[in-house]
Structure formats: structure tokens, C-alpha cells
């Protein structure tokens, strides 16, 4: 099947998709309906019209913690990316450069769509973020980039999401 939507049992160039998260069912977005406007007190998003914006901060805005921070402060990614293998040894600045222009673009249009933290691992590097979709973002842009072996595993809750990019030569 081309397109967007894949079911579950077609690999897509060696990726396991399903069709989208079920964001109704991740306890960080599914809170009581916030009052308008309200602002995050650590990193200053605003909500107004029924969606986090980066907005200039209202005079008469409830002060409340969004989603993203609250996972950052609980320390409970929705995303982990998973990158390995000797091409990224060889091509770390430039596949680490490629990651931070993609999401800060994305954070711009997707205000909860962060990067939580980076951390050196056995082989590899891997990178978790507050976004299931970022995640996957993150890896696809690698892929479509670098090429090599993309992978996608969804939690059974559909809320989290295991990319995996490898790449050897």
C-alpha cells in the first residue's frame, strides 16, 4: 500500500508501521479542558483555540505545566530514536546537525514536539523526545538522508514509539 496510512502486517522499506497513535488514549494529553488562554510556566507555549501556540504571553493567562514539560520533569518519553552503526561514527556532526535543524522546525509548528535528551550509548546514540511523532520524524529524516535500516515499534498502548536507524557502511 503507497501513501501516508500502511497497515500493521506491510513492512514499508524494512519499517513495521501503523497508521497513526491514538493521542485520545496518552494520559499527558488527555487532561481536563484547560481555560483559555493559559500559558506554560517553564517553557512559555500558550494555549489558545483549543491547541498549544507559540504565542506572546497574555496578560490574563492561567499559569499551567503543558504536556511536554510535564513529561521532561517526569521523565517519561513518548519517543525514543535509536541511531547505530559505523556510518554514524564517521557522520555523527552532520546526522546530530540534521536532527537539530529538523526539530527545531518542527518544535515551531508542533509546539510539544521536543527532544528531552541525547545520550551516548554503547555503539550509538540515543535520542528521546516528548513526541511519539518527532521521534518518528527524527528517524525518517535520517533514512531519507543516510539511507540504512529504519525500524518503528509501537508500545501495546500506542502512546510510545521505538525508531531504530542502523547503518554500517
Known amino acids: ?3 501516508p496510512h500502511k497497515t500493521p502486517d506491510v513492512p514499508h522499506h524494512g519499517h513495521h508501521d501503523r497508521p497513526g497513535l491514538q493521542q485520545g488514549h496518552d494520559p499527558y494529553l488527555a487532561r481536563q479542558k484547560l481555560s ?3 500559558v506554560c ?3 512559555g507555549v500558550v494555549w489558545h483555540g483549543g491547541h498549544w501556540q507559540w504565542l506572546a504571553r497574555p496578560a490574563d493567562a492561567a499559569e ?3 504536556p511536554a514539560c510535564q513529561r521532561v520533569r517526569d521523565r517519561v518519553p ?3 530514536l535509536t541511531l547505530s552503526g559505523a556510518f554514524l561514527s564517521g557522520h555523527r556532526e552532520e546526522i546530530v546537525h540534521l536532527i537539530d535543524n529538523h526539530t527545531q522546525r518542527q518544535t515551531a509548528e508542533h509546539p510539544l514536539q521536543r527532544i528531552m535528551a541525547r545520550e551516548d550509548t554503547e555503539g550509538g546514540l540515543l535520542i528521546t523526545t516528548t513526541d511519539a511523532h518527532l521521534a518518528r520524524g527524527l528517524g525518517e ?4 538522508a543516510y539511507r540504512g535500516d529504519l525500524d518503528y515499534h509501537y508500545a501495546d498502548d500506542d502512546t510510545t514509539l521505538r525508531v531504530r536507524w542502523h547503518r554500517e557502511a
Not at 141 to 144: E, K, L, N, R, S
Open 141 to 144: 529524516a535520517v533514512h531519507h
Open 64 to 66: 499551567v505545566l503543558c
Open 36 to 38: 483559555e488562554p493559559s
Open 1 to 3: 500500500m503507497t501513501g
Open 78 to 80: 513518548a519517543g525514543y
Open 41 to 43: 510556566g517553564d517553557c
